[in-house]
């Protein structure tokens, strides 16, 4: 969740983003930027963070050096939460997704004359957080858009997001962060290489994950999980001992953290080893997993425990060791997770 009011006087995009920035800014000079962007790319990468620099710089009276100037009185709205040409849409607090209801105020807004005779702008926030009454609603607003009106939607899974929203968007995929970029980054939170070392390759190259680490504490706790994951697989530890790891965890974090072990595995094996059994059970838990983060995100509510307990039961019985026919494990060894 981004909190909108008490933001600095310039809002600057990320390190890893300025090769995206200049191509929107490029855009914007030339009167190209589009009136719906979608930004693309994996979670805790920083995609909200260009799409409110974005925001704040199409707010700006004197927008200068491709920022928004930060001393107008538009920038001290935006920076006070308080623009009234700006509106940014996420889950309301206890909720997962964006309901009907909010999109229905994006429309009436989006109609709307511009306070200060420049532009509005909404941005939604993860756009993949909304259900299918909701993107339906959204449709007219991006068929028609209203002069001066810029929608921007951040997504974390493209493929939550039908195609009729796609087609009237310029979709901009947003990479995995450089690693040279990313760590004199979070060097200014961690104040050492070697511990931003850690935490980035603890983070799976998620620089805003690496950071979210640092500050919670929660590294040894989160590196515990990779390894009681690891250890379920070579069966040294129990399915019942593998969910007690995650009794803290809520249940996007359990999904999120096993989609991505999932990923690390598919793509350490060669294409012989793509071709077996196991490699093919797994590519079908990566799809189900995809699935319940869809279904998660757009409002399911399942019993965590319950969840857990099911999910890793079936991948210690269809990748884990001592189980017959192909395994993945006893050929690439049991470090790969």
Known sequence: MIDLNDLPAVTSPLPWQAHEWGNLNDQLKDGQLPHALLLDGGQYSGKSQLALSLSRLLLCAHAEGGLNCGQCHACELSAGGSHGDFRWVQPEEKSRVIKIDQIREVVRFSN????????????????DSMNVNAFNALL?????????????????????????????????????PNVEDCLPWLDKTTGNRQESEK????????????????????????????????????G????????????????????????????RLLSSLSIKQLRSKQARLAFGLSDEVAQLQRAVSAGANPNKQLLADALLSKFSRELGAGILGDNILAEIGDDVL
């Open 236 to 263: 040294k530890i129990t399915v019942p001992q593998a969910v007690a790891l995650w009794a803290d965890a809520d249940t996007v974090a359990f999904l999120d953290e096993i989609a991505v072990d999932l990923q």
């Open 199 to 234: 935490l980035l390759s603890l983070a799976e190259g998620r620089p805003l994950l690496a950071q979210q680490l640092f500050y919670s504490g929660g590294a040894e706790v989160f590196a515990a999980r990779n390894f009681g994951l690891q250890a379920l697989l070579a």
């Open 112 to 127: 709307m004359t511009a306070g200060f005779g420049l532009r509005k702008v909404i941005v939604l926030a993860p756009a």
């Open 140 to 176: 007219k607003p991006l068929e028609e858009p209203a002069s001066g009106t810029y929608i921007i939607l951040v997504c974390h899974r493209m493929d939550s997001v039908p195609a009729t929203i796609r087609s009237r968007c310029q979709i901009l995929r947003l990479p995995v």
